[in-house]
């Protein structure tokens, strides 16, 4: 008789059943569960009784004085006049009597603004190459600015291209010119040069 092969393994990953564990549901949870759906029952039970408010009708404690007035009316060249209690407001009435005294009241008068004697002026940008200056000028007046570049000396004796916006006359224009400034990662400040 023919000896009979053992079947070979298989090879490869095998999956194993990780245990499972059947976890229990603690004694107090049976508890407290049907607890809380029983208030909830309770409480939606109870709500239409809250909802509906009861009005009251409420009167002002103090009394309002009636007012007569009088009618008069024409019937056959005979005149009658009657005499009608009723509630209302008076202030209408004092209101088209009365007159307000404003003679004591000084008009206003506003205080003229001393003339400005000096400009806002924004520097954008200070170089020391005057081809950088000028291409930030291009740049500025492309944008609507109105850009000049002034030469001056620092302390040590080399030369600075500063990039100047302006003159402005007053300081919302020249917080707009910032603004727009700030839009393009320009960090400038401002300052005054008097008038010549």
Not at 76 to 86: I, L, V
Not at 142 to 155: E, F, H, N, Q, V
Not at 162 to 173: A, E, N
């Amino acid at each position: 008789m023919p000896a009979k092969k053992k079947a070979a393994p298989k090879k490869g990953a095998t999956r194993r059943k990780a245990p499972t564990t059947k976890k229990q549901t603690k004694w107090w949870m049976w508890l407290i569960i049907p607890a809380i759906v029983a208030v909830f029952i309770y409480a939606l039970l109870q709500l239409p009784s809250t909802s509906s408010p009861t009005i009251e009708k409420v009167t002002p404690s103090t009394e309002k004085k009636p007012s007569t007035v009088t009618k008069k009316t024409d019937s056959n060249n005979n005149q009658k006049s009657e005499t009608e209690k009723k509630d209302g407001f008076e202030f209408y009435q004092i209101l088209q009597d009365s007159e307000v005294d404003t003679s004591h009241v000084d008009a206003y008068k506003s205080t003229p603004r001393a003339e400005q004697d000096f400009y806002y002026m924004i520097q954008a940008a200070s170089f020391r190459n005057p081809a950088d200056a000028d291409r930030m000028r291009a740049d500025l007046i492309l944008s609507g600015m109105d850009a000049s570049i002034r030469k001056t000396t620092g302390k040590n004796g080399q030369p600075w291209h500063r990039v100047i916006v302006g003159p402005f006359t007053s300081r919302s224009k020249m917080n707009q010119s910032i603004d727009k400034l700030a839009g393009k990662d320009i960090q400038a400040f401002s300052y005054r040069v008097k008038k010549k």
